[in-house]
């Protein structure tokens, strides 16, 4: 077997590795948002009440939050969840990781940094990064950290990303 072979089949083994966010009680709008921007339709919304039992009770201002929630956005699945208000509040200005959305054109680079960083704030705007790829660098409304790129080089190749 080639070394590309082995690579191929090594590909096709590979686990998913998708996104999971969480929310201070703000996961469905904020997913509502995602899903204006990338389409689609959410494959599972459970509220925390969906869970509740004698062995798992859920306060009553806790209820309706969302246990989890998942966007599947290509290959990929976005996933959320509201944080009880018993675990604290998530900080959304701590330093997270960036969720990094890798495109197939500079028109579609351009759609969704525009629909993601509407209310946000953007730290590099979409232009021609020093490494060659057209990107972009913000926070979006919901707190969220995103890098949004477009890869010519790697568009050529017929892949995205670099």
Not at 69 to 98: F, Q, T, Y
């Amino acid at each position: 077997m080639s070394p590309l072979s082995k690579k191929r089949e090594r590909d096709k083994r590979m686990a998913t590795i998708n996104l999971w966010i969480n929310f201070n009680g703000n996961a469905e709008e904020a997913f509502t948002f995602y899903k204006s921007v990338f389409g689609g339709e959410f494959a599972t919304i459970t509220r925390l009440k969906d869970l509740s039992s004698p062995e798992f009770p859920v306060a009553e201002n806790d209820a309706n939050k969302i246990m989890r929630i998942a966007l599947p956005i290509g290959p990929n699945v976005l996933i959320g969840n509201d944080v009880p208000e018993s675990m604290g509040r998530v900080s959304e200005n701590e330093n997270r990781s960036k969720i990094a959305v890798s495109t197939d054109s500079k028109e579609e680079a351009d759609r969704i940094f525009n629909g993601l960083s509407a209310g946000g704030a953007v730290e590099m705007p979409m232009a021609d990064s020093p490494w060659g790829t057209y990107f972009a660098m913000f926070r979006d409304k919901y707190g969220i950290e995103w890098t949004v790129e477009f890869d010519s080089k790697a568009a050529r190749r017929g892949r995205r990303g670099t």
